[in-house]
């Protein structure tokens, strides 16, 4: 189970986007994440006419590193770690600071 999972907000802590938040997207099997308007990234992309897709420079968000962002704790209005614990035998994830448990 991961510590960090899709639609979940989070904060950046490290990084030249430290402080931005944003709405976890993708989670990809390799430790990286897709966060919404965070490391925003310039594409120059090829227009293809048979879609009728135009040409030109786009932004789009850049994948960015677990360990670089931190659970957004909306009670507490600060980033949270994430702990794992046992109830009625299932695993379940819960704010460290406060024992709360996330809504999955």
Same mark, same amino acid.
């Given at each position: 189970m991961l510590k960090i999972k899709k639609n979940d907000e989070v904060v950046v802590i490290s /990084?030249?986007?430290? /402080?931005?938040?944003?709405?976890?997207l993708e989670v990809r099997s390799d430790g990286r994440l897709i966060v919404s308007g965070v490391n925003l990234l310039?594409?120059?992309q090829r227009g293809n006419p048979n879609l009728g897709k135009? /040409?030109?420079?786009?932004?789009r968000e850049g994948p960015i590193e677990a360990?670089?962002?931190?659970?957004w704790n909306e009670d507490e209005t600060r980033?949270?770690?994430? /702990?794992?614990?046992?109830?009625?035998?299932?695993k379940v994830r819960y704010f460290k600071s406060t024992g709360k448990r996330l809504e999955d």
């Open positions: /990084g030249r986007s430290k /402080g931005q938040r944003g709405e976890v310039k594409k120059h135009p /040409g030109g420079i786009v932004e360990s670089n962002v931190a659970i980033a949270d770690r994430v /702990g794992f614990r046992l109830e009625d035998g299932a």
